[in-house]
């Protein structure tokens, strides 16, 4: 994939996906395919190519591949009751190098990573490691029994608090996992099921020019808890590519 130098999103990609939300068939895809490959999915790979530049160095072993890191546009309908073919959001994923891009309990893992989320009125940001396979979060709190406090430090950090908030909730166990005391000094941690921090994106950082350098200071805020994760799964830090 040939990609430009990234100039920022227009209010053009929310139109646009704004009336796919309205108009989702694959008739009217089609016929609007054009202002989709300009609008949204071409400034997208440039994006993502450029935050691949700050990613070398800032976490070497974080990777942005235009034609790996963006999310198909068409959604998967085999096993949902809503039959419409297409998202109506843009995103992108950027991985560990080791481990690959696979997201979510379907899909061979890729360990923690960096995430992007266009789509009118949620545009977000967020890092972690969501929805891992059972194997995964196995490990991982394998590792949080062993040793929480680092996670725990990492998680605490005064700005991660400020400009984050907590870890996602929405699916969190209301018992403990099998083989852990309710007693355990990071219960709350283990009842996790994903593991991820976000903040939304106004529309002002969202059209910025300036979009890479400010995702680039906020990623580096969740660092240490990517990492963190990463280490979890034995998935190296590098300080060069």
Not at 123 to 141: C, D, F, V
Not at 179 to 200: F, I, K, N, V
Request: aromatic residues 10%.
């Amino acid at each position: 994939m040939s990609t430009a130098e990234f100039r920022g999103f227009t209010p053009a990609a929310i139109r646009f996906l704004s009336a796919l939300k309205r108009n989702n068939t694959r008739e009217w895809f089609q016929a609007h395919r054009e202002e989709y490959e300009r609008d949204v999915r071409a400034p997208l790979a440039a994006f993502v190519e450029e935050m691949d530049v700050r990613f070398a160095e800032l976490a070497p072993e974080i990777v942005g591949d235009p034609k790996r890191s963006l999310f198909r546009i068409h959604r998967d309908v085999r096993f949902s009751s809503d039959k419409s073919p297409y998202k109506t959001n843009a995103a992108c994923w950027f991985y560990h190098g080791d481990a690959g891009r696979g997201v979510g309990s379907t899909t061979p893992h890729g360990g923690a990573g960096f995430y992007f989320h266009m789509e009118p009125g949620g545009s977000m940001i967020g890092g972690g490691i969501w929805m891992p396979p059972r194997p995964t979060l196995a490990r991982i709190r394998e590792r949080i029994d062993e040793d929480h406090r680092a996670l725990a430090r990492a998680l605490g950090d005064a700005t991660i608090k400020k400009r984050f908030g907590r870890l996602e909730e929405s699916a969190m166990l209301t018992r403990m996992p099998r083989g852990y005391a309710e007693s355990h000094p990071a219960a709350a941690l283990l009842r996790h099921q994903s593991y991820t921090l976000g903040r939304d994106l106004t529309e002002k950082e969202l059209y910025s020019p300036k979009l890479p350098d400010l995702l680039a200071r906020d990623y580096a805020r969740l660092l240490p808890v990517v990492r963190w994760f990463n280490a979890a799964l034995g998935l190296r830090t590098l300080a060069r590519r």
